[in-house]
């Protein structure tokens, strides 16, 4: 495996994925209605469980986390019902496009860009009209914002009739997620942010709660039937042909995320935040995202001095980094720094201290 031509990845996903973690899914292919693959699903079932921090199951699925969005808004909002959608960033208005398009009822909160949501909000919504589901980004990737999802799950857990859905595709293993304490129904992620795998996976914790909603819900679609999912899951397996050797991989993260330990990787990354930030502020750019609500695994930095990002984005690539330079509308008027998965703060400190060469500090 060549690694002449390889820039590491300092974007918020695909992040850089470890050597020996690629050459676990070199692994002999193993049929998918196997006794092997039951073991191997049945490896993944416990320790996702305890990444998850859940008593719950964790669905595993071939796809994006964007996958993930339709399956909770296809079996989760009952016909008739609506959903809340808490937006403030490219993805979650995404996800609040995908309940729509999927012919859902959609209510939105929204901040602008850069700004958090609060529980206040979510408690006046819920106190003038009854939701099937609160859906929330728990880190918005564009943005760089992580909500405050444990208070917001206080107040959603108020009302027995509203599921709580959160995207935690950035946030996952990289900012503390407990999600059985928290109180939250649906929690989806993808392999290719802080858990550091290539792309291709999807994984979320799922309560009773929400299995017990799909079956009132007659349109679950076929791919991302929860009850299907649920009943394949039961026997270690999955419907349809999972990515097997995505899944070796997996199998072997895992071991190392949690030989790190949960509370050790959170604190690494919010570390890595904390560094960024200093550098960004120091360089008079300043940090995009509202201050008390800065993400541990991607700092979009505001582009105070006005650089030319294209020109930042090829001085660092000689350098052997791939950098961002921002998301959507905020493209060019931000730039975001990756520090999410195994970043490490010696690589980090690499990537800003190549930052600074190209400013001249």
């Not at 973690?21 to 191997?40: D, P, V, Y």
């Not at 360089?283 to 582009?303: H, I």
């Not at 000689?318 to 490490?344: L, N, P, Q």
Request: glycine share 8%.
């Amino acid at each position: 495996m060549t690694q002449n031509n390889h820039k590491r990845l300092v974007i918020p996903g695909p992040v850089e994925v470890r050597r020996e973690i690629l050459e676990a899914q070199t692994e002999w292919m193993i049929g998918h209605r196997s006794k092997a693959f039951e073991e191997l699903f049945a490896r993944l079932q416990t320790k996702l469980r305890q990444a998850f921090v859940t008593q719950s199951r964790v669905f595993v699925q071939g796809s994006s986390g964007t996958g993930l969005w339709e399956g909770a808004s296809r079996n989760c909002i009952r016909d008739g019902r609506k959903a809340l959608h808490l937006v403030g960033g490219a993805f979650s208005e995404r996800w609040a496009e995908v309940s729509q398009l999927n012919g859902k009822q959609v209510d939105i909160i929204a901040v602008e860009w850069g700004q958090a949501h609060t529980p206040e909000m979510v408690a006046e919504a819920l106190q003038k009209e009854a939701y099937d589901a609160v859906c929330v980004v728990h880190n918005e990737t564009s943005t760089g914002v992580t909500n405050p999802i444990k208070e917001i799950g206080e107040i959603v857990r108020q009302y027995d009739e509203t599921l709580y859905l959160v995207d935690t595709v950035s946030g996952f293993l990289g900012i503390e997620l407990r999600v059985d304490e928290w109180g939250i129904d649906f929690a989806l992620t993808s392999s290719q942010k802080a858990f550091a795998l290539p792309p291709g996976l999807a994984f979320a914790a799922v309560s009773d709660r929400v299995l017990d909603r799909a079956k009132q819900v007659t349109n679950r679609g076929y791919y991302f039937d929860f009850l299907e999912i649920e009943s394949s899951l039961k026997k270690n397996n999955t419907p349809s042909t999972p990515p097997v050797s995505l899944m070796f991989a997996a199998d072997r993260q895992l071991d190392d995320v949690l030989a790190e330990g949960l509370e050790n990787r959170w604190m690494r990354h919010a570390q890595m935040r904390d560094l960024t930030i200093t550098w960004a502020d120091s360089r008079e750019f300043g940090v995009f995202a509202q201050d008390g609500y800065r993400s541990p695994t991607v700092t979009t930095v505001a582009n105070g001095r006005n650089i030319n990002v294209d020109d930042m984005a090829k001085f660092m690539g000689g350098k052997g980094f791939s950098m961002d330079k921002g998301y959507g509308k905020i493209k060019g008027k931000t730039f975001r720094i990756a520090h999410m998965g195994d970043m490490t703060i010696s690589t980090l400190e690499e990537v800003l201290s190549g930052l600074d060469e190209f400013i001249g500090a």
